[in-house]
Nanobody
Framework: DVQLVESGGGLAQPGGSLRLSCTAS????????IGWFRQAPGKEREGVSC????????YYADSVKGRFTISADSTNNTVYLQMPSLKPEDTAVYYC???????????????????WGQGTLVTVSS
């Protein structure tokens, strides 16, 4: 069975940092583009960052570009999202998703994906 398991969420102060992890199983990691999406209370889900590590492509939403960094480690089938300089508006449930071989930009700009994780809550508050 395909599984995407997120971890690393929690409470951070404004200006603080968190690192999210998404560990994949049940499919060939390098065949998939993997991304992070988030949904804040009362708002629609949105793409945050995606990576196709074989093509060397990444996508970042304008709201996180220059702050967040996505990376992939195919040796342990994990994608990371490093989130420094956190803002209260980054508060959301963060979901990991996977699509079979697509561009990072295409994945990040739509919400119809092959597989989803269960989500991890990130709260940025003082």
């Amino acid at each position: 069975d395909v599984q995407l398991v997120e971890s690393g969420g929690g409470l951070a102060q404004p200006g603080g940092s968190l690192r999210l992890s998404c560990t994949a199983s049940g499919f060939i990691f390098d065949d998939y583009t993997i991304g992070w999406f988030r949904q804040a209370p009362g708002k629609e889900r949105e793409g945050v960052s995606c990576i196709n590590s074989v093509l060397g492509e990444t996508y970042y939403a304008d709201s996180v570009k220059g702050r967040f960094t996505i990376s992939a480690d195919s040796t342990n089938n994990t994608v990371y999202l490093q989130m420094p300089s956190l803002k209260p508006e980054d508060t959301a449930v963060y979901y990991c998703a996977a699509d079979l071989w697509t561009s990072a930009h295409t994945m990040g700009t739509n919400l119809n994906h092959d597989y989803w994780g269960q989500g991890t809550l990130v709260t940025v508050s003082s």
